[in-house]
């Protein structure tokens, strides 16, 4: 892992970071012992920058956590695959002509989060194999729509991440049997007016999760328009079951 | 209002209050600015001391908020009326039979709101008119089951009210038609998992809602065993929308 710039803003140093073809940031707190390790999936078509990820970023950090990101493939200025493009295309149509997104949305995350669980897996690595982070630090994962979708998947191979916040997800069936083998604390937030995302599947979801702590949230308004005290709550979580408090 | 007890426990003075035919306790902290003051209506069956609310105390009074707890009619001792104590044996019955509770809930929790109300009121203006207390500051509600229905109606009648949370709740017409007149500030607590309140029709009332900011929180198990941090959060939320932070 290399790091390609290093800015501070506050107590909180930004470094972009490249792994083989993976580019992301990392966020730490320069003050206090070393909290918890979050990694943090940002939304389809989004990228490690987008306002809901830098919202989640900030509480996580005023918290004393450790923030990571890396841009799934095809986002954030990576290059976009043949196939990729065709399924972005298609879903772009889709909301044009009022069609269903899922079973657009459904292989083209799917497909993503197979290429993406391997990345993050070894951006954990060297994450971990830095002195600073170490492998001591309890690892959160937290993400919404396309973040989500990947850290559903994430969770049921990597045993390192023992909490999980997820935000509004378009639901299908693959995420309800990932759901199913999550048994690590989780907090699940939903939007409940939201033209493209019926919430209704994710009260399935939510009963799906085999954790014994769970807690779903539900705000009024769209999936992106979440109100802040939304993400303080969700850095509370990962405070509260993975140490430090908020 | 007559105070007829007085301890201190840690920073918090409890008083028992009697005004008229009305028994309750208020709670002050002793140090600070006074806080917002919040109404805490108990569930049904229970009384002003019930785990649930003593929880949700302690969470305010540590945030700095005075709270003050009236016992419903015919609770905590108050003499129970031939009506209430007819409907409330129906009540056992059909817990036994595994009948319906909803329509004996709803003739209940109706009749005792009809009834507790006007004690609400009497209540709120003898807290105002304590020079510690005053009419400045911001007002809030909370309660669940009974206390929900209670407060439910009471916000419908009192514009003093500006935020109030909602714990788990069996859901009637009645009570929907209430929330579509609320447009303060709510948080409402569904538990997920309780045998006797189906938390369906939990969503239609988070839906009726006028209110433009409002959350919904789910946990799974029964209603009367939320955990802490569910507390904890009801008391950010007053604090969060009538000033002062937790």
Redesign the interface.
């Known amino acids: 892992m290399q790091f390609i710039s290093e800015t501070r803003s506050g107590n909180v140093v930004e470094r972009d970071l490249v792994l083989d073809d993976i580019t992301g940031v990392l966020w730490t707190p320069e003050s206090g012992a070393p909290g918890p390790l979050i990694l943090l999936g940002h939304g389809g078509g989004m990228h490690t920058r987008a306002p809901g990820l830098l919202a989640n970023a900030r509480h996580l950090l005023a918290g004393g956590c450790t923030v990571a990101a890396i841009n799934a493939p095809g986002h954030g200025g990576r290059p976009r695959d043949e196939q990729d493009r065709q399924l972005v295309e298609a879903l772009q149509q889709a909301r044009v002509m009022g069609r269903p997104l899922t079973p657009i949305v459904e292989e083209l995350n799917l497909s993503l989060a197979e290429r993406a669980i391997p990345e993050w897996q070894a951006t954990l690595d060297a994450l971990q194999a830095m002195p600073e982070i170490g492998n001591e630090a309890p690892v959160g994962y937290g993400g919404a729509t396309l973040g989500a979708a990947i850290g559903l998947r994430l969770l049921t191979v990597e045993p390192r991440i023992t909490a999980a916040a997820f935000g509004p997800i378009l639901v299908f069936d693959a995420l309800i049997e990932a759901a199913k083998q999550v048994t690590v604390p989780v907090e699940f937030t939903v939007s ?1 007016d939201d033209p493209e995302i019926d919430p209704r599947p994710s ?1 399935t979801l ?2 799906a999760f085999a954790s ?9 308004g769209r999936h992106n328009r979440l ?1 802040d ?2 993400h303080h ?1 969700m850095a ?1 979580f990962y405070t ?1 079951h993975l140490g430090r408090t908020v």
């Open positions: 409940w009260l939510f009963e014994t702590e769970k807690a779903l949230h539900v705000y009024p109100p005290y939304a709550a509370q509260r």
